[in-house]
């Protein structure tokens, strides 16, 4: 009798769950705007579910160095100073103007007035002071980017009155006023960061158009409108839900049914399909990054610079941007995308040419090929969306040419560990600028400073090296740019990897949202967005 | 019985602790430094070498082995190196999450799987058998990434039925109490809640319980086979009884033993075994906290999160092995 109970259980249990198939979608998926938030005056600006493939792993910006955290924080946290809408020209952002002393050591910020944190504090230049002696007081696990970019250079920030701080550097930093436009320098309240201690990163008070609500760990992260936001009529939302889901294909599936009304990391294969929708929408994010295939300098036949030039020739770019990318790329010339100021137009790259890279094999003694390691990045990137799938077309490319290839891929962490301390021949791998300075893409890519670091490719040459400290030490932006021009002439003839290309990774959304504008950097503001009517 | 039970469950100390043992030199044999990973690729040599020291990873292992079952013993499960929380804190809604998850996937496994075995050991060579038999080898070899994304495609795109991912509509969220959604949202009295996570557990279940409901009804099948051709049956068909009766109370209950070893096994096995399906659904379950922790080498997260697995899929077959007493009482412990 028992059992037959438990039989029974079960069968009233499927049957309900077949029986909510049949029930119509009306409660779910549907946007809750219109409805909420109708009283005191307030506009109904709905909720928006931003559909992306990973978590926040901190939503305190100092603390992180994760793309996936600055999404979020960039929408809660203000910082001094603003990337433009869609580009790193830099704009008044809670500092409304500034003046550099002529020797270019002191730095003076007016700050905006009239702001406050949400916890309902003043923002002002004790707030600005506080922030920054947190960060330096801190050690480089904890705030890595204040470390990496600032570091040693500020010596002291001041608050000289209610609204005005001073900052003093050691030497002069070209990219300060980028720098202070990061995302990871937004501005906290003071009072939170003390109230919560350790648990500060789960606890964010900035100035930002939105509010930290809720954060369920790798499920969502939910803000609120800041009703008391300085800047007149925004945000426009309610609400912002980040949504994590993993798997590319079932996030566009979300975004399809409107369990979602945004997403990021569309495959470049489904953007076809997406533009065929009319319900949905495309979203191109301008390029600030580099695809490249890594020939590390110390091995083998690499040593070459000739077998590294060739090498180059045997690449047919605009074929793989054809295959993988949908066409939203363009052939990389230079280690840094166009936008960057002191991009070298006057470079030209290697064309696809196989005859005469086996010329030059031939020259370098390698008439009859060799055999190397090609290294197939194991995850997908916005700047690779399938390392195996390029890696198989670049084997190919290569064996046109009589160099044969083994394509080689580990784990993510194994890969960059192992590339990193010089065990891959050839590697695919690439960058996003994390403030459209050129050296946040040459020097950190490409000095010998970085081997062990980021010169993933072991690249070395004192020319290159003494070009890159000068641009660092002056704050006269053409002479920089002089010199970065230099540089990207002296590393396309010693040619240490193979740009391979620039995307613009694509985001779909809704038919409905307006007012989105993908940054470059990665972190959208979207305080701008609304649905249409 | 009880001092069968109390046995049982002393000799699962030794278990654990080989198997913490275990996992403690697995994960340590995965090539990466998770100093590496957490700085990300930005970090310099010596910011690595400092978070080595801070995190206790240049300790010798036995050191670090030590420290970590001292902690065990005295219910600390460690700091995630990620999110720099307590995991006893945060483990316990993905763990929630995928226990109702599994729940419900071994409810339809069970009872689809149950049924389809018996009917086609009754209706042996019948065209139902045939057909549940190819649709079992199918289902078996199932790859649920595939799986979920056709059902995604047709119930939740096409036919517009059911949510594609998640546990709940997240514009109309459940506060959550226990975080086991279904009972969470029945205390608060809220069906329209309740509907909406049942809903959402449709697709998701049905992918995770397709494996277990083709292997339960294959066994159950040959059981049943088996215990159709005994003596006592014949008797009891001979009595009259009629054949509803004869197959769901007299050889079920004789069959339902080598079922009931295979539900626990893979309900143990649904637990741990649920990354693909919690990915493609986006739930966010234990799996998954699991396999993100691998990605960033959260040493303490992988060790606790697989300790906390085993434990479940010991104890699980633990309470399987008491039912069959409770079922059978010519099964005698000593």
Sequence with gaps: ?533 | MFAYSVRRIFSLVPVLLGLSLIVFFMIRAIPGDPAQVILGQLATKEAIADLTRELGLDQPWYIQYFNYLGGLLTGDLGQSLRTKSEISSEIWPYLAATMELSFVAMMIAIFIGVNAGIISAWFQNSWFDYAAMVLALVGVSMPIFWLGLMEQWLFAINLDWLPTSGREEVRNPVESITNFYIIDTLIQGRTDQLLDVLKHLVLPAMALATIPMAIIARITRSTMLEVMRSDFIRTARAKGLRMFWVVYKHSLKNAIIPVLTIIGLQTGLLLGGAILTETIFSWPGIGRYIYEAINYRDYPVIQTGILIIALLFVLINLVVDLLYAAIDPRIKYR
């Design chain 1, 1 to 533: 009798m028992k059992r037959r109970f438990g039989l029974m259980f079960f069968a009233f249990i499927l049957i309900l769950s077949l029986g909510l198939a049949g029930c119509s979608n009306e409660s779910g998926g549907k946007k809750t705007g219109g409805e909420s938030g109708s009283d005191g005056g307030s506009s109904s600006g709905g909720t928006l579910v931003f559909g992306r493939g990973g978590d926040s792993t901190s939503l305190d910006p100092a603390v992180t160095t994760e793309g996936e955290a600055f999404k979020v924080t960039k929408n809660i946290y203000e910082t001094l100073i603003e990337f433009g809408e869609q580009d790193t020209e830099i704009n008044p952002g809670l500092a409304e103007s500034w003046e550099e002393s002529p020797d270019g050591l002191k730095h003076t910020l007016k700050l905006r007035k009239g702001v406050k944190f949400h916890d309902g504090t003043d923002f002002n230049a004790e707030a600005v002071v506080f922030n920054f002696e947190r960060w330096k007081a801190g050690n480089k696990e904890q705030f890595y980017y204040y470390n990496s970019q600032f570091g040693d250079v500020i010596k002291e920030v001041k608050a000289v009155d209610e609204h005005t701080v001073e900052f003093t550097l050691n030497r002069i930093l070209a990219p300060f006023y980028k720098n202070l436009a990061m995302s990871p320098f937004g501005i906290a309240s003071p009072d939170a960061v003390k109230e919560h201690g350790d648990k500060f990163i789960e606890n964010p008070v900035g100035t930002g158009p939105f509010k930290f609500k809720e954060w369920k760990r790798n499920d969502r992260v939910t803000l609120v409108k800041n009703e008391d936001y300085w800047k007149e009529g925004l945000p426009k939302l309610d609400e912002v839900i980040f949504r994590v889901i993993p798997e590319n294909s079932a996030r566009l599936n979300a975004l399809n049914t409107g369990e979602v009304d945004i997403i990021d990391g569309v495959n470049f294969s489904d953007v076809e399909a997406i533009e065929g929708n009319p319900d949905l929408q495309t979203f191109y994010r301008p390029s600030l990054n580099v695809a490249y295939l890594g020939l590390t300098n110390t091995r083998g036949p690499l040593k070459e610079k000739k077998v590294r030039q060739a090498l180059n020739y045997a690449v047919n770019k605009q074929s793989l941007i054809d295959a993988f990318y949908a066409g939203a790329a363009e052939p990389a010339i230079n280690p840094m995308p166009k936008s960057v100021a002191g991009y070298n137009d006057a470079v030209k790259d290697y064309e696809y040419n196989p005859e005469k890279a086996k010329e030059l094999l031939k020259e370098a003694g390698f008439e009859n090929g060799f055999e190397i390691e090609l290294w197939a990045m194991p995850v997908p990137r916005p700047y690779m969306p399938d390392g195996k799938k390029v890696a198989e077309a670049i084997q190919k490319d290569f064996a046109d040419i009589g160099v044969k290839a083994k394509i080689v891929s580990y784990e993510w962490a194994t890969y960059l560990e192992k590339a990193r301390m010089g065990e891959a021949d050839t590697f695919l791998l690439g960058w996003t600028g994390d403030n459209g300075d050129a050296d946040n893409f040459l020097y950190v890519l490409l000095d010998q400073d970085n081997i062990d670091s980021n010169n993933y490719a072991r690249y070395e040459n004192q020319e290159v090296h003494d070009l890159f400290i000068k641009a660092q030490s002056t704050n006269d932006q053409a002479e920089r740019e002089k010199l970065y021009k230099e540089a990207q002439v002296l590393i396309k003839e010693d040619a240490p990897w193979i740009p391979l290309i620039h995307s613009e990774p694509a985001l779909a959304g809704r038919a409905d949202v307006t007012g989105f504008k993908a940054h470059p950097t990665g972190s959208d503001e979207l305080a701008t967005v609304e649905f249409k009517k």
